[in-house]
């Protein structure tokens, strides 16, 4: 698909995101808004995957998102796939809905495959998913998304060192780093450091992307596909801004869990051009 | 009293061993992972057969229930091997997202259940693992009383569909069950018909219930004894079937009576049919070092204090 074709879809996402969590007025707008680009380049550009959802998904790849509380924005690019009707996103969030606060097998919404909420619980799933692959002698690739606060979860650091040790080399891990946490700037909470020679000692293939430049992403995205088979896990540091397409959302920690009032919902879609329909 | 023998003695993760390698040979898609601990989980005879499907985590239990989660999305039947102390407390919320309410198809095997671990202490004695387990939705949870029961028990779990806590134990202790005994889950088993007490038992308990009840044959007293190795789900029918023959209960198992098999009992006798129990469990404490048996007198858990226990639940009846 052409980069203009993705921007639009994901401009389209940004909509879905900051309408779902006005609707219920509770949820994460900001990260939401952040990794947009992201998952449409990969829904819609970079993964082998159907709509018609089998959870074994043999033969397809699969995408795990780890930090659960970015769901509006997983929600909405798998509708906008055709994972299920774009009308059930206006559930978000309410009783009886599939389309629950964190993502949730539970209720067999289709294109979730396990439960995240928790966090730094998603590598190490999508380890085992890729164990399995490599047993079937599936060629398929496995997706992970992470926000960099999250890393701060041990869980992390045991999985980053169990998957070179056992070259997970079908694994393509993203983190993104818009270095914000609920609390604050996360060099002022929880420092990581740097991220990259931390990785790299682990034994990781560590690349950059620009996580809201389209065609960056795109092509890391691609990149990263191409390193894969080569006996390491890729690392794929993904610079994004928090609130990313909303002006007065952007760059933030404000926006991480805090939905729009009314007026500020006619002043966010007012940057965000409706191109597919909204729902 | 029904006469139990036997001319073995053997530890039930030994079973848990044999059972694996079997359920490895039944079905191609039985994997097995461990966290450092091969030995004591008696692993090596699958991991020889089956190298390929045994992935080693290290020591990180956490990563270790993760990894096993995911496994599964591709129709691996994944068994986790590790003490209950780190497949339950240390790894809960992993359990519990990952895995229960993700309803993937892990079977958590563990190893060293309970005060009977012996020398090693309280810091390994895990005796809340039951409680924690189910209260888990869809969690299964089954303790086996022996070698054999623990082998038929691991092979059954591989073809139920759905998350397993399995639980069992490093001391030697009889084998009294058959050895090609088919296990059902849910199903409870009659060791010995009775009339006077019933003494539900789960675990090595079953053998403590047993001799039990074979001095309180001597003392005239006719205990019903059943064996209930799956604690959730629970037996209800045959539980009831026999309180209501024999008007009070005594339930007997290795773990904190806050959370275990008495409390699960003590919420059916309360809404189903009310009758007098006794709680033969640890009273809300931490383990010690020791030797199991001096362990299981201590904290009372032997048959002399199932024996108490049914002269003082049989003089509650009627009361």
Redesign the interface.
Known sequence: MEINELTKIASQVRRDIVRMVHGCQSGHPGGSLGCADFLVALYFNQMKHDPAFN????GED?F?LSNGHISPVFYSVLARSGYFDIVELATFRKINSRVQGHP???EHLPGI??????LG?????????????K??K?PSIIYTLHGDGELQE??IW??A??AP??KIDNLIMTIDVNGQQIDGPVEKIMSLGNLRAKFEAFGWEVMHSEGNDMASITIALQQAKLNTGKGKPICNLMQTQMGFGVDFMMGSHKWHGVAPNDEQLIAALAQLPETLGDY | MKKYTYTDQKDTRSGFGVGLLEAGRENPNVVALCADLIGSLKMDAFIKEFPERFTQVGIAEANMMGIAAGMTIGGAIPFTGTFANFSTGRVYDQIRQSIAYSEKNVKICASHAGLTLGEDGATHQILEDIGMMKMLPGMVVINPCDFNQTKAATIAIAKYKGPVYLRFGRPVIPVFTAPDQVFEIGKAWMVNEGKDVTIVATGHLVWEAILAGEILETMGIDAEIINIHTIKPLDEAAILKSVAKTGCIVSAEEHNRFGGLGDSIAQLLITKHLAPQEYIAVDDSFGESGKPSDLMKKYGLDAESIVKAVQKVIARKGV
Do not use: N, P
Request: aromatic residues 6%.
């Open positions: 959870m074994d998904a043999a699969i795990f949730a097998t539970h495959r396990i439960a995240s909420g928790s619980q998603g590598l190490s799933v999508a380890i085992g998913a890729a164990i399995t692959k047993r079937h599936d041990g869980q045991e999985a060192m169990f040790h056992h």
